[in-house]
């Protein structure tokens, strides 16, 4: 018996593996639900919520309680609000992770199989995730703001005193964005230990160093700083000389750049 052999056949060509993905049309919905699911299924989104929690609540009554004595010159809604630096370095580590977790485990290139345009995959991580972290993070600078007040007694005030309740949305919007930042990081990175170096320089370091320059030099850059800039968002005193809704236009555009700068990568490099 004769055995023919194939000569055309190339035998240094990978074998292709049909994942049973490839010809899936998912919707957008779809992959809502799938991010949903990631999302859930991690035990770090529960403890990095509870810690942001807890550092919020918790850091705002101690600071409330230590000034409860005297606040002359000191903003008693910031005071009660002032856990919301804390909460958003539990918030934006919980967002590196949300996209660099993929990369480590490789589980990213399953996503991507399914939805090979890829856009619409981070789009689908920023709307959840950005939509469950404001729905933490409102009642929480809530409740952290009315035990603040309660803390502070004859100096604290209502919810419905002059900047108080914008203060409060402004919190949770600033904790949001940030987060969505510390995604666009994950994804521009690929790295958590990176990601989360670069977020923390940002958010926490930056200011500090620009307290080294020179008057005028501080006085032009310390404002327009990501942290500052949302800062105002839950400070009823302007201290840096942008309003409520400069700080929110100037951090909004610092996330637009985040998450344009990771799309642009995602579609044009390799998994």
């Known amino acids: 018996m004769t055995t023919v052999i194939d000569t055309h056949t190339d035998q240094s060509a990978p074998a292709r593996v049909d994942t049973g993905l490839a010809g899936m049309k998912i919707g957008f919905l779809g992959i809502l639900r799938s991010e949903w699911t990631k999302l859930w299924s991690l035990r770090s989104t529960y403890l990095t919520l509870a810690t942001a929690v807890v550092l919020m609540i918790?850091?705002?009554?101690?600071?409330?309680?230590?000034?409860?004595?005297?606040?002359?010159?000191?903003?008693?809604?910031?005071?009660?609000?002032?856990g919301v630096s804390?909460?958003?370095?539990?918030?934006?580590?919980?967002?590196?992770?949300?996209?660099?977790?993929?990369?480590?485990?490789?589980?990213?290139?399953?996503s991507l199989t399914?939805?090979?345009?890829?856009?619409?995959?981070?789009?689908?991580?920023?709307?959840?995730?950005?939509?469950?972290?404001?729905?933490?993070?409102?009642?929480?600078?809530?409740?952290?703001?009315?035990?603040?007040?309660?803390?502070?007694?004859?100096?604290g005030v209502s919810l419905s005193a002059d900047g108080a309740l914008r203060s409060v949305f402004g919190a949770a919007?600033?904790?949001t964005?940030?987060?969505?930042?510390?995604?666009?990081?994950?994804?521009?990175?690929?790295?958590?230990?990176?990601?989360?170096?670069?977020?923390?320089a940002i958010f926490f370091l930056l200011s500090p160093v620009t307290q080294l320059l020179p008057g005028s030099v501080k006085s032009s850059i310390d404002p327009y700083l990501p942290s500052n800039a949302g800062?105002?968002?839950?400070?009823?005193?302007?201290?840096?000389?942008?309003?409520?809704?400069?700080g929110f236009a100037l951090l909004f555009v610092y996330t637009i750049a985040a998450v344009t700068g990771a799309a642009i990568l995602l579609r044009r490099r390799d998994v």
Do not use: C, H, W
């Open 177 to 200: 964005l940030a987060g969505v930042i510390g995604v666009a990081f994950g994804a521009l990175l690929r790295n958590t230990a990176g990601a989360v170096a670069t977020f923390v």
């Open 173 to 175: 919007a600033y904790v």
């Open 114 to 155: 399914a939805v090979p345009s890829r856009l619409p995959v981070l789009a689908a991580k920023i709307t959840v995730f950005a939509g469950v972290v404001f729905a933490v993070s409102l009642p929480t600078a809530v409740v952290s703001f009315l035990i603040g007040q309660s803390v502070l007694g004859d100096a």
């Open 231 to 246: 800062g105002v968002l839950y400070n009823s005193v302007v201290t840096n000389g942008l309003s409520p809704l400069a």
């Open 58 to 82: 918790g850091i705002g009554t101690m600071v409330s309680a230590v000034n409860a004595g005297d606040i002359r010159g000191l903003d008693p809604i910031y005071l009660s609000l002032a």
């Open 86 to 110: 804390f909460a958003q370095l539990a918030i934006g580590v919980l967002g590196v992770l949300l996209v660099s977790g993929e990369y480590s485990t490789g589980s990213i290139r399953t």
